[in-house]
């Protein structure tokens, strides 16, 4: 399956075109730089110092794909002629669908951008793609509502969710040591993809 999931974004007159596949090995080079950011590093709970961490991250996307219950995707900047693997240009973010279940409608979404992609809207536009694929017919069966979930002092996270529709439910306690402070619990319901 993940050999088949690739999804593009197209450009935008100000933002390049994005291609969103499942990770793999050749990755790991490009996942140790993005990693060097502090920002990145701060919320984030996985360590990426090197190429075997990097390589050990990689093999953990591929197992949830492998079981179907976490569906990462690097995200690149797309060479126009991009048609295969290796083709992409560099790597801006991470997208992934988690704790996805059989007969579970729900499911939540999280991500990260490169630290030189902030602000350019490779967040929100890789988001909205991920969205409709969830609640699309190529993916996972029966989704009925995403979670967004992020600690309350990270804005920039809280914008992106705004842009991407997903909608503020509300306050949640902290649950330390992944998340030490309180954090907001967005969704998005199928009908609103």
């Not at 110092?49 to 990462?72: F, K």
Request: charged residues 25%; glycine residues 8%.
């Amino acid at each position: 399956m993940t050999d088949t999931v690739v999804l593009h974004v197209p450009a935008t007159p100000s933002a390049p075109t994005l291609r969103l596949r499942p990770w793999n090995a050749s990755d790991a080079p490009a996942l140790v730089e993005v990693y060097r950011d502090p920002v990145l590093r701060r919320w984030t709970v996985s360590i990426v110092e090197d190429e075997a961490d990097a390589r050990r991250w990689v093999q953990v996307q591929q197992r949830g794909w492998a079981t179907g219950d976490r569906l990462a995707f690097a995200v690149f900047e797309a060479h126009p002629d991009a048609d295969g693997p290796g083709r992409e240009g560099r790597l801006v973010g991470n997208l992934v669908l988690k704790d996805v279940a059989p007969g579970k409608p729900s499911a939540e979404v999280g991500y990260w951008t490169a630290a030189y992609a902030r602000g350019t809207g490779v967040a929100p536009r890789a988001l909205e793609a991920l969205t409709g694929w969830a609640f699309g017919p190529l993916g996972p069966e029966g989704l009925e509502r995403l979670d967004l979930l992020h600690q309350v002092d990270n804005a920039a996270s809280c914008r992106v969710a705004e842009k991407s529709r997903y909608t503020f439910d509300r306050v949640l306690p902290a649950a330390p040591p992944a998340y030490p402070l309180d954090g907001h619990l967005h969704t998005r319901l199928r009908a609103e993809a």
